[in-house]
């Protein structure tokens, strides 16, 4: 089945407590991103990718590292999380030549941060 | 001002309605549009790309006006599972690559 897949779904933490949260699609799609998702202000991006060692900021990448070095794998790095960062990910991937408006987006991650 | 403008609702219709949700979006360069569904505490997923003559997908319908710089999706015919958040979402071409802009959304709830 074609899929992206997050993990942990869910996760409590504290702050300063470094953490990882993987992605992986199967679909072999070039382009992958990272969202979030706060109540009255959509969905942002965090980072995205258009191939395996090309990564870049998106809007709101302070707080938060990615690499890239599968093209199926695009894990989500928290070094020092803070409560702003407590909200909903969501990895995305996309196939080239569709300019990126066709999304598959994973489950998401709920994040909270104490 | 936001990128991507969407009324939040919610809307409450009942099944066998139309309902219209309109958006409106800032950057006349846009080049693309889309609307995603998406169910609570769930992932949006892509309900239909909006074409510059317009297009429809069953009960749905979606409408671009470039001039104005809105787009439009009707729901004719409302079904329970109908109800759902629907973003608008607006591709734009931006420091070598395309950025999609989400809105937050405007809330469906479709009742019997």
């Known amino acids: 089945e074609a899929q992206v897949t997050q993990n942990p779904r869910y996760l409590i933490t504290v702050t300063g407590k470094k953490l990882t949260v993987t992605c992986s699609q199967n679909?072999?799609?070039?382009?992958m991103s990272w969202y979030r998702q706060d109540p009255g202000l959509g969905l942002r991006q965090i980072y995205y990718?258009?191939?395996?060692?090309?990564?870049d900021k998106g809007d709101v990448p302070e707080g938060y590292k990615v690499s890239r070095k599968e093209k199926r794998n695009f894990p989500l790095i928290l070094e020092s999380p803070s409560p702003n960062q407590t909200s909903l990910y969501f990895c995305a991937s996309s196939p080239a030549g569709t300019g990126g408006g066709e999304q598959y987006f994973g489950p998401g991650t709920r994040l909270t941060v104490t | 001002r936001k990128e991507v403008e969407q009324d939040p609702g919610p809307f409450n219709v009942p099944e066998g309605a139309t309902v219209a949700f309109n958006c409106t979006y800032s950057?006349?360069?846009?080049?693309?549009f889309f609307w995603y569904r998406q169910d609570c505490r769930k992932e949006p997923k892509l309900l239909m790309s909006?074409?510059?003559s317009g297009n429809e997908d069953g009960r749905f319908t979606a409408q671009l006006n470039r001039a104005s710089q809105y787009i439009s999706l009707l729901i004719r015919d409302s079904k329970l599972s109908d109800s759902a958040t629907y973003l608008c979402?607006?591709?734009?071409?931006?420091?070598?690559?395309?950025?999609?802009?989400f809105g937050a959304g405007t809330r469906l709830a479709v009742h019997p």
């Open positions: 990718s258009m191939n395996v060692e090309v990564t």
């Open positions: 979402v607006v591709n734009s071409f931006s420091g070598g690559y395309n950025k999609l802009i």
């Open positions: 909006v074409y510059s």
């Open positions: 950057n006349s360069a846009s080049q693309s």
């Open positions: 679909m072999n799609h070039e382009y």
